[in-house]
């Protein structure tokens, strides 16, 4: 694992986005895996930013999204189909036939599950997959006690995960109990992922994902075995790794 420190959010944003731009440049058709949050925020800000000065091209780039919650509609503020549109995608010159995301409108799992895990192969796989890490050390929305082994399925969110995620609803009630997700069998096998990390209270999860075992009790831990993967965290977030 490379582990590169950032000074602050600003700077964990500027050089996580680096990398991804590195690799948009190196393959002008690579396949990014994409994920929501208030982390990655800043790393789709400095993207736009450098695609409006004329630095990047997205027009065969083909993004694929990890994860969406079930049951609520695409211009729904809280959806992740609304959420990239709106901080990202429509921003930048992306082929609207090139974005990916899951139907959380579909109420049949299985054959959505499948659509998506079809639809990535057919993609050829991703190239880079961009996560962070929740405070149980979900990654996507896999959360602790989930198979390795699992391609995209249907997940129930455990109470601590409605409880950090209240914060972008009106009411606890409002958040939905389940989401799609690619699982972590998908994440494993892109060729690259960089998980960026920030802030204090994710010290301890970070230490348990990356120094603890290797189990499904900390979903993140499995990142421990793949070859490619690139930590890019602040200080606050790095204390208790190094």
Known sequence: MKIIHAKNYNDLSRKAAN?????????????????????????????????????????????????????????????????????????????????????????????ECRRYDQMINENGGIDLQLL?????????FNEPGAAFDLETHCVRLTESTIEANKRFFKKQEDVPRLAYT????????????????????????????????VTPEVPASILQLHNSVTLVADEAALHTLL
Request: glycine share 10%; aromatic share 8%.
């Open 182 to 213: 690619m699982g972590i069998k998908s994440i494993m096998q892109a060729r690259k992922i960089l998980l960026v990390v920030n802030g204090e209270n994710k010290a301890d999860i970070l230490r348990k994902a990356f120094l603890g075992p």
């Open 132 to 140: 962070g890490i929740g405070l149980d050390g979900h990654i996507g």
């Open 19 to 111: 990398i991804i731009s590195a690799q948009v440049i190196m393959k002008q058709n690579c396949v990014l895996g994409l994920a929501t949050g208030s982390t990655p925020v800043g790393i789709y800000r400095q993207l736009i930013d450098w695609y409006n000065k004329g630095d990047l091209d997205f027009t065969n780039v083909v993004s694929i999204n990890l994860d969406e919650y079930v049951g609520l509609p695409v211009n729904s503020p809280q959806s992740y189909h609304y959420f990239m549109h709106d901080t990202f995608f429509n921003h930048i010159n992306i082929n609207p036939e090139n974005i990916h995301l899951l139907d959380g409108m579909n109420p049949d799992a299985v054959y």
